[in-house]
């Protein structure tokens, strides 16, 4: 049998001769190292736990609805595609808070921006590939639970077919306001994590512009205040007592700021949906106002934020 | 020829500072030593190689084009900076590769850019690794390696020796030296360690207070001087008398002999002093001049 032998040959170092893709290349990776980035990808197994438990937690509900309606064959509580994103925007802002710091903390910390922006980048190219790439992700969880939804109520339904006719439009109504939805999710938190430096801050930081703003414009338009008072052994409780809530013109005005509800006033209008007094008194009093009203609001949350971002990192020093 | 890096009436100032002042110099092929103490304008005119900032007035080409106004010029240039840039939570393969494609490298290629040069550098072993857990010295064969990884014609080096132990300096110049010399990547590099200079460049230029205070070959700094050194293992003392009692000049220095104005005739008569002594030669060299010896003279002349 003839004897098998190998040789290892040193070639030194080899010049690359091959292409040189350009700015577009440049912008992807920065894009894709900002989604593995979120996901943990390449990183160590615990970078990875958090983002596998967010994803479930926007999916979960949906996926409850439609086990639910698969085994007692009755969907008539099931939300529809539009409540379905008010359901889920509380997962959606959290998971915002969390991931964001992520994205563009890490390389401000460790100086790792240095090295991007001496290559053939430009700070905006930074920006827009890593904003893109968690709009994506967020894209994706605000589709996904809709989808799961939205498939399972055609396959429970008796008459598939029927379901989808009654329902078509449904579908680019949902893409709209989730894309609508999910852009607004990004770029709040990515911009207060333009400013941070420290990952528990930035989140904490977003997480409490939420509730404050949620609870103050709540307590202001339901008319539920919060007193403390002392007890007799001398702690302190908090308790709900009636106010008088803002009510005609002020409350329209006031409930625009329900940081939260921001895209789902234009989630209503996609659907075109007449928000119930009862279930969310801040979508009611808004929708009170002319159209352009919520339209601009929403558009100056995305574009304020966003210029803030990017003046912020044009000051940026290496 | 035209330098792969030109810089002319240079002048770069922050509100009332100057940190450049009509700086005129050329960076060629080869390795480029910018000397100068801290505050001489080294980061400053490297920021302006990079098109990071604006010169207040004169200009700035790399290979020709002006780096503020296109990045297009960073393409072909690698920057190794002093300061930490490197992540801390993925492998220096994974992070290589991606600034292989940030570079604008293709998957495929990045990946095999990046474990070739990871090896060059001698990182094959470690590669997988998180960064976080490397030393200062494998930290900064990163730092080298990502500079290097896209293949650039010319890689500026910001004091690539700094935190290092004398080991991981005297391995971090040659891998410098590897790099000019075996890769054909010409360097600048930016330190205040004459040591550095003498050890890799080429060329030098000498920064201080933002001006251009001396340009050239390094040989033309460290060429031979007419001093002898005679190292000798053994018969020291009796070959030092025979070379005074024939009327030659010889100063002691550590272990070593000096013999100044040394011409053939001195050869000759060392060599008979050596046999006549019977003694033992390890080294008998002239001298040359340092970077040190130079700049020490001139600000004492100064």
């Known amino acids: 049998m003839a004897e098998l032998r190998g040789e290892v040959f040193d ?24 989604l593995r980035s979120m996901l943990g990808i390449g990183r160590g197994g615990r970078s990875k736990v958090l983002p596998i438990l967010l994803v479930l937690a926007a999916i979960a509900p949906a996926a409850v609805f439609v086990i639910i309606v698969s085994v007692i064959g009755d969907d008539d509580f099931i ?26 903390i890490p390389d401000r910390r460790d100086r790792v921006l240095d090295l991007y922006l001496v290559r053939p ?19 994706a969880l605000v589709y996904s639970g809709q989808i799961v939804l939205q498939i399972g109520l055609i396959l429970t339904a008796a008459s598939p077919v029927d379901f989808i006719q009654e329902n078509w439009l449904d579908i680019p109504r949902f893409i709209l306001s989730g894309a609508l939805i999910a852009f607004f999710v990004t770029i709040i938190p990515v911009t207060v994590a333009g400013f941070m430096s420290r990952r528990a801050i930035a989140t904490a930081f977003v997480i409490g512009l939420w509730l404050i703003a949620t609870l103050f414009v709540g307590a202001l338009t339901s008319g539920e205040c919060y007193e403390e008072s ?3 052994s001398g702690g302190r409780i908090q308790e709900t007592t009636a106010c008088e809530p803002i009510k005609g013109e002020a409350a329209k005005w006031v409930a625009l700021l329900d940081l939260g509800n921001v895209p789902m006033h234009l989630n209503e209008m996609i659907f075109g949906e007449e928000p119930d007094q009862s279930d969310n008194p801040t979508l009611y009093e808004v929708a009170k106002l002319p159209a352009i009203v919520p339209i601009l609001w929403y558009a100056l949350w995305i574009v304020g934020p966003a210029s803030l971002l990017w003046f912020r990192y044009r000051k940026v020093k290496i | 020829m035209p330098g792969l890096l030109e810089a002319k009436n240079l002048t770069k100032r922050y509100g009332s500072t100057t940190a450049l002042e009509s700086a005129t110099f050329e960076v060629h092929e080869g390795v ?20 990071l900032i604006k010169p207040t007035s004169g200009s700035v080409a790399v290979m020709g084009l002006a780096p503020y106004e296109s990045v297009t010029a960073r393409t072909r240039l690698g920057y190794m900076p002093e300061h930490e840039t490197l992540p801390t939570n993925v492998s220096a393969s994974e992070f290589l590769m991606h600034m292989a494609q940030v570079s ?9 850019r990046a474990a070739d040069i990871l090896r060059h550098v001698g990182l094959d072993e470690e590669r997988y690794r998180p960064i976080g857990g490397y030393s200062t010295g494998m930290r900064q064969r990163v730092k080298l390696a990502q500079a290097l990884v896209h293949d650039p014609v010319l890689v500026l080096l910001d004091e690539p020796t ?11 110049l040659d891998l410098v030296n590897r790099t000019a010399k075996e890769f054909g990547i010409s360097i600048m590099l930016s330190t205040h360690l004459m040591g550095d200079v003498e050890r890799t460049a080429d060329r030098v230029i000498v920064l201080e207070g933002g001006q251009v205070t001396e340009q050239g070959a390094v040989d033309q700094y460290t060429q031979e001087t007419e001093t002898l050194i005679i190292e000798l293992e053994e018969g020291r003392e009796a070959v030092l008398s025979d070379l005074i009692r024939r009327g030659m000049k010889v100063e002691t220095k550590d272990n070593f002999l000096m013999v100044e104005n040394a011409g053939e005739a001195e050869y000759d008569a060392i060599r008979d002093a050596i046999a006549d002594a019977g003694a033992r030669l390890r080294r008998l060299s002239p001298t040359r001049h340092t970077l040190t010896d130079i700049f020490r003279g001139e600000r004492a002349d100064g």
């Not at chain 1, 939300?79 to 509380?90: K, M, R």
């Not at chain 1, 190219?125 to 893109?132: E, K, T």
């Not at chain 2, 480029?32 to 098109?51: V, Y």
């Not at chain 2, 604008?104 to 095999?112: D, F």
């Open chain 1, 79 to 104: 939300p529809g595609p539009s409540d379905y994103y008010q359901i889920v925007s509380l997962v959606l802002f959290l998971f915002s808070a969390i991931m964001a710091p992520e994205l563009l």
């Open chain 1, 121 to 139: 980048l430009t700070v905006t190219d930074y920006l827009v590939a890593r904003v893109a790439a968690f709009f994506v992700i967020a894209l």
């Open chain 1, 230 to 232: 002392t007890t007799a």
């Open chain 2, 104 to 112: 604008g490298l293709p998957p495929g290629q990045a990946r095999t």
């Open chain 1, 11 to 34: 070639l030194g170092y080899q010049r690359y001769e091959g292409p040189r893709e350009g700015r577009w290349r440049t912008r992807y990776a920065i894009f894709e190292n900002g």
């Open chain 2, 162 to 172: 700094a935190g290092l132990d004398p080991e991981g300096r005297e391995e971090m």
């Open chain 2, 32 to 51: 480029t030593g910018l000397l100068g103490p801290n505050g001489a304008g080294k980061s400053t005119a490297i920021k302006l190689f990079l098109g």
